[in-house]
């Protein structure tokens, strides 16, 4: 067997670096990026980093000696906070910290990134009943979902020009539970559960002859909204979870 690879996870507290730090500490080894919380179940082999995406030279440090990045951190939201400073922090932190984790990489020679990206790309879409396919234009249904395809843009041009890896993942709804928690129809289904989003992240970075992929985030359950068809003929991925099975509409019913 190998050398392990060392992931670094940006985001490392948030719901989905939990998950990925759960499903893939059997895999690899661990940089974990932290922006002020530090993890409470930190495995004495897992390497620290304390720091803003925002802070270039700081994340240029921080990918340094790493295989492959998981860039999950975005601005910490709260409740109340207007249109302006949601637009505001999007472009000073969110789109600045995808660059930055970008042009680190390339600089430390970190061929492979999987980039969190958001069903909100295409939120358009979903709003009028229509449902989308990772090759169609981008529709974003908000400011989020616009920095989130301006991550995408900017992965594409980074495959092109520098011949780096990228994988974006269009992330629907993530509570970090092994349940949907809430009653969806079949075929409506939102929800990507830990284990799921764990195993598309493994199959990105694993996967061989793949340099660039958008696929859609979402378990199974939600073939009427998102077409997964792309991420299970690349990737081999295949969903363990279904998000409007039975007996989670049971438990759920309206």
Request: aromatic share 12%; hydrophobic share 35%.
């Amino acid at each position: 067997m190998g050398e392990r690879k060392r992931l670094l996870i940006t985001g490392a507290t948030g719901t989905v670096g939990v998950a990925l730090r759960k499903h893939l500490r059997d895999r690899y080894d661990f940089r974990l990026l932290c922006h002020s919380t530090i993890p409470d179940d930190m495995d004495p082999s897992d390497e620290l980093v304390v720091s803003d995406i925002s802070n270039f030279e700081a994340m240029v440090e921080a990918c340094d000696g790493v295989d492959a990045i998981a860039h999950l951190a975005i601005f910490n939201r709260w409740k109340g906070m207007t249109r302006s400073q949601l637009a505001q922090l999007t472009f000073d932190v969110d789109m600045k910290g995808t660059y930055n984790l970008f042009e680190a990489a390339r600089i430390n020679g970190v061929k492979t990134m999987v980039f969190a990206s958001t069903n909100h790309v295409t939120g358009m879409n979903e709003k009028n009943g229509i449902k989308s396919h990772p090759d169609e234009p981008v529709r974003p249904d908000s400011i989020y979902g616009a920095g989130k395809a301006f991550g995408e843009a900017l992965g594409r041009f980074y495959v092109d020009q520098y011949g780096m890896r990228v994988f974006c993942l269009r992330i629907a709804n993530f509570n970090g539970k092994d349940e949907p928690g809430r009653f969806f129809e079949a075929g409506q289904s939102r929800w990507f559960s830990p284990r799921d989003i764990a195993q598309m992240t493994w199959r990105c970075i694993e996967a061989e002859g793949l340099d660039w992929g958008i696929f859609y985030g979402i378990s199974n359950g939600g073939e009427e909204k998102w077409d997964l068809s792309n991420a299970k003929e690349l990737l081999g991925f295949e969903p363990e979870d279904d998000g409007s099975l039975p007996h989670f509409q049971e438990k759920y019913g309206r």
